[in-house]
Structure formats: C-alpha cells, structure tokens
C-alpha cells in the first residue's frame, strides 16, 4: 500500500482491525543476536495480560489486536529494533510521537518521553534480552496504533460522540464507510521511515484543517507571550465615544489577535478614549465570538475578553478532535449543520457553497443531538404532527386556558382516523389518546417545506414562521430540530438536478396550496455536528460558546486517558 492511497481512504475511516491482517508480508530479517524465544514469550504475556507494565495508559485493549496481528504475521519476530537497535523506522516512528503536540494531541500520551530514554539506552549499547526488547517493541506498537487511529479518525469512540452510523463515500451507498485498516498503517510505519509530512497529510488532509492547525499554532504562541493581557474591565460597561483605564489593554489584545490593525496602536495605547477604530475592532471580535455585534463592551464581550488564551488552545484542540469525525474529505454533495455555531452549509458536487443560519435546539432541555441521517425527501406545505412530549407540556395547558387557542393556531384533534371537536372532553384526552395535527398555512411551525432525513431522534430540517429569531446572535430556541434561515435556497439546492425542478417551481410549491412530498433518486448525507469552533469564509477563527457544555465533557474524557469511554458523562 503507498502512502497516498492510505491517506486517500483514511479519509472516510473508522477504526475496525482484521485480526490477522491480510496482506502483511512476514519480515524476512535475522534476529541477529537477541532471544527470539523470549520476545515471543513476552508479547503473548502482554497480550494475554492486556496491560503493559512501562506505559503511562497501561490498558491497551484498545489497540491488543493490532499488536497481536503484526507478531502473527511477522512470525512474533522483531519489528522495530534490528540487532537490539532501533530501526531507521523505529526512530521516524519516535519523532512523530515527540511531535503529537503539534497535530493537538499530547505526547506524554504515546510515552514520548520514556520512548526517547528507552530507544537512547537502546542505541548506546543494543539489548539481547528478548523480553525488554519486547516490552519496547509492544509499547512502540501501541503508541504508533494510537496515535495513527487518534490523527486519522479521533480517539473516543466515535459511535458514543461523533456522529452516528455514517452515510457511505457515495450518497446511494447505505453501508458504512470503508475501515480504517490500522494494523496495515502501523505495519507500513514499522517498515521504513516515514516523513513528518506523512503524518502532517493524515493529521490535516483538508484546507479547514491545516487552517486549524495553523490557528492553534499561533493560539499557543499567544498564550505563552507573556505581553499579551487579556483586558479587564469588571462590571463595567464600556460605549462608542466613552473611556475607560483598561482601552490601552483592549487595543494591544485586539492587535494581537487579529482584529484591529496593528498601525497606530503604539501611539495610541496611552489613550483611554474608546474611539471608532476600537469599536470597529471590537465588533469584528464580537463577530468572531457569537456575540451581539453592537461595539458595547458589556457582560458578555467582557467574559469573552477576559477569557484566559489557554482556554482559547483548548478549545482548538477540541475541535480538531471533532473535526477527526467527521469523513475527511466529505462526500458531495453533502449537507453540514454545525450547532453551537448556528449554521448550515450545503456543498454540491463542485464545490460550491451554500451557507444559512439555522435554529436549533434549547439547551438543557432540548438539545439538537448529533448525527448522520440522508436526506431523502422534501415536503411541501406540510402538516405538523405534534409530537406527545409538546403536546402534554405545551398544547393541552394552553387549550385548556384559552379556547380559541386551537382554532387560532390552525390546529385539529383527531381521534384514531377522525377529526373531533375542541370540547373540553376531548382538549383534556390531548396526549393520550387524542392527538394533535397543525394544518398547512402561515401559522404552521414547520413553515411552508420540510427536508426529511430519517434518524432515530426524529430530528429534520424546515422553514418556520418565526422569522425574527435568525437576526439573533444565539439561536437554541427550538425543540430539537432545526429550522432554516433560507428554505427555499435549500429547496432548490436539494432539488436543482431533478427534471422540472426550477427555482421558480420551488418558490410555486411553497407559496401554493397543495401539500406533497418530492422523493430525492439520490439521498443527500447530511452531518448534524457539533463543533464551536470554525475557521470563517475570510480565513479568521470563530468561537462560538459552547452552548450545550459538550466541550468540558469531551475535555474531561480525553484527559481520561486510553483506552477512552465510551459515553459522555
């Protein structure tokens, strides 16, 4: 296997091992020395133990099969040291690992450190004791398995936080995307050196990634520049046209980071006038933070000031790991729905992007989870069939105060196959057995067109007439699915390579009176994801806030250390 071709279909990776791995040639080199018996001897030991006495993650469940089909296959003779010396590959291997900081990750994670002394003592005067050789080379394998598995596809499993079973490399594929064959990878690491750049393309092989990668780069510079002081302001509120001590610390913080022009600021760092270049760098920040763009400096543009630019790197790392989820490159067309950044982007098959707000759900109580679902049919003027849960806490107590409710909501109660009437009778059964259906028109919370993905959490994409609520800077209004900011540019998106389907046919359908559904000969993937922060259209870096705490707890699995949860806690 070339390296290209392993990139290529890392891409679109899980992480499924073949145990034993066909296709890895047996190494043909002597032993040269040191005791083949008792090298053999010590892997099966680990193996049969699944834990490693020398490492700093010791359980190694997580990558046992990958070590157990590279011996078989190698005939349990030495992979990474040669004469009791670690091989050209070994030490290529050792460097990537010291670099993991780099990708996001952290070496002591892959025993950098304790590799490098090992691989030191190694080199000075080679071993011939079979079981420390292979204590080394068993370690070696684990931390290469892992760090390969973490670069290419994440490191919890991405079933429990990621997204859920993918769609395929193509949208009329319904199986899963083709495995991530690690124990074939560590084998061609193990074989002969590979390059930092080999690692570098697994790590970043997409624009937005190498363009995260580079953010999170110069993050840690600035979180390590000790000149670099996040402005204080406390409860106070700071307008265009005011002044206040800590203007001098805004500006040096809005150079450095990106958001005013650093000409000028020298000369005027000793003002504490808040004057319309600063206000002008402040709404760019504020842009860049999901905030209100209005250039008053209050509660929360303070918060976000003040934030610590460690947590800023944090947050980078996070979201590299998330971005790792996802199929890298994404099949097209495609449609993602970033959640904590309210936004939808739709790519066809050329590239071209298509990008709306969104609503989404409320945190706490109605969060939209995260998923991969196909997108396989459109509904116009659709009727909205209530579910139970809205239907007891929210219809039924509205109804029961209010008569005219129903009716002024365009709202029926229907009972088996046959409309009722509003009696109180019938208005106290809503949720059990009477159910509740909203008919098509200007009320109707599902608008005039709904985008069908089945999923297993009834989630879907639709129009609202709740217009107002994209003009908003934080949009988790909904109870868990996700209205668009452009229904008809989605419609006509999704609908464009059908025969017949014109924008204006879309426009027709929406503004008629007749309810149908369109199904789509090819299903579009789509990927409801959870990623706070993004790199913008113009190359800059968003921070969206973390709405649903999803950051703190994916945070507090990987410090967890291998081999991960499987859940969220």
């Known amino acids: 296997m070339t390296t290209g071709t392993g990139v290529r279909w890392l891409a679109l990776a899980g992480l499924v091992v073949a145990t034993p791995v066909v296709g890895i040639r047996p190494d043909v080199r002597s032993a040269d020395g040191p005791d083949t018996v008792g090298f053999e001897r010590t892997i099966r030991e680990v193996l049969a133990a699944g834990r490693h006495p020398a490492m700093r993650w010791p359980v190694i469940g997580d990558a046992a099969a990958v070590v157990e089909s590279l011996a078989v296959a190698n005939g349990w003779r030495f992979r990474w040291t040669r004469a009791g010396k670690p091989t050209p590959a070994a030490e290529a291997a050792l460097l990537a690992i010291r670099r993991a900081s780099e990708w996001g990750l952290e070496p002591a994670d892959y025993d950098a450190d304790s590799l490098v002394r090992w691989a030191e003592r190694l080199r000075r005067s080679g071993d011939a004791d079979g079981r420390a050789l292979a204590l080394f080379e068993t370690a070696l394998s684990v931390d290469v398995a892992r760090l390969v598995a973490a670069l290419a596809s994440g490191r919890p499993p991405n079933a429990a936080i990621a997204p859920g079973p993918r769609p395929g490399a193509t949208p009329t594929s319904r199986g899963p995307a083709p495995p991530l064959r690690l124990a074939r990878l560590v084998d061609s690491v193990s074989r002969a050196p590979l390059s930092v750049a080999w690692f570098d393309q697994l790590a970043a092989p997409t624009d937005e990634d190498r363009a995260l990668l580079g953010f999170l780069r110069r993050y840690r510079r600035l979180a390590a520049d000790s000149t670099v002081e996040s402005p204080a302001f406390g409860d106070r509120v700071l307008k265009p046209g005011g002044s206040d001590p800590a203007v001098g610390a805004l500006r040096r913080f809005l150079v450095a980071v990106g958001d005013l022009e650093p000409a000028g600021a020298a000369s ?72 904590p950044a309210f936004g939808l982007v739709a790519i066809d098959s050329s590239g071209e992007r298509l990008s709306m707000a969104v609503v989404a759900g409320q945190a706490r109580d109605h969060e939209t989870p995260t998923f991969s679902a196909w997108l396989s049919r459109v509904a116009f003027r659709p009727w909205w069939e209530v579910p139970t849960s809205i239907m007891k806490a929210e219809i039924r107590p509205k109804a029961l105060r209010d008569s005219t409710y129903l009716a002024r909501e365009g709202m029926e109660l229907w009972l088996g196959d046959e409309v009722v009437p509003a009696t109180r009778q019938f208005v106290r059964r809503i949720g059990q057995d009477v159910r509740v259906r909203q008919r098509p028109g200007p009320r109707n919370a599902l608008g005039r067109v709904k985008f069908l993905l089945p999923n297993p959490h009834s989630v879907f994409l639709h129009d609202t007439p709740a217009r107002g609520l994209f003009a908003r800077s934080r949009r988790d209004f909904s109870h868990g699915c996700i209205r668009v900011a452009e229904p008809g540019q989605l419609a006509w998106f999704v609908l464009r390579d059908q025969v017949g389907w014109t924008a204006d046919r879309v426009t027709e359908a929406m503004a008629g009176e007749e309810t149908f559904e369109v199904d789509l000969p090819r299903p579009i993937p789509v990927f409801v994801f959870y990623q706070p922060v993004t790199v913008g259209a113009g190359g800059s870096i968003h921070f969206a806030p973390d709405s649903y705490d999803l950051d703190r707890r994916l945070d507090m699995v990987l410090r967890a250390g291998y081999p991960y949860r499987t859940s969220l806690p």
Do not use: K
């Open 268 to 339: 005027a760092t000793a003002t504490s006038e808040y004057g319309d270049d600063l206000v002008a760098g402040v709404r760019r920040f504020q842009a860049r933070h999901g905030l209100d763009v209005d250039g008053v400096v209050g509660r929360a543009t303070a918060t976000a000031l003040g934030r610590p630019l460690s947590d800023r790197v944090r947050q980078i790392e996070l979201a590299r790991e998330r971005r790792r989820w996802l199929p890298r490159p994404l099949p097209l067309p495609t449609i993602v729905v970033n959640v």
